[in-house]
């Protein structure tokens, strides 16, 4: 493990989905799960979210995107999140979402609207 890359991909990680999930995530790994956690940490956030040439928001539209397309919902709600936390606007997840149904079906378009109905609802009520 490079341990400059990981430490750059747990800042970028915590950026993007929140100090808190990050923190749980590492906090429940075990001698299982632990080197995936690293893993994850060096090599998508430090080496992927990491590269400065595209900026936080392109790879958010990137991967909602490309998680609604191979139907990974649970995915696709957290990285929603950490797109609304990178500065994507409600209006431009509606855009995406359309897009999705277009290119990705309608049933994906319809799951990812559901699960970012209930998040926008969620926000409202924490604020």
């Known amino acids: 493990m490079d341990p400059e890359r990981f430490e750059k991909g747990l800042a970028m990680r915590k950026a993007v989905l929140g100090e808190e999930y990050v923190e ?10 632990r080197p995936f956690q690293e893993v994850v940490t ?6 992927g979210w990491g590269d400065e040439r595209l900026s936080p928001q392109i790879r958010s539209f990137m991967n909602l995107t490309m998680i609604a397309a191979l139907n990974r919902m649970d995915e696709w709600e957290l990285h929603l999140n950490g797109a609304l936390r990178n500065g994507i606007t409600k209006d431009e997840i509606q855009a995406v979402i359309h897009h999705i149904a277009i290119y990705c079906g309608i049933p994906a378009g319809v799951n990812c609207q559901r ?5 926008f609802a969620e926000l409202e009520t924490a604020e």
């Open 24 to 33: 749980r995530s590492l906090a429940n790994a075990d001698d299982f799960t």
């Open 42 to 47: 060096e090599f998508c956030w430090g080496f």
């Open 115 to 119: 699960i970012a109905k209930r998040v």
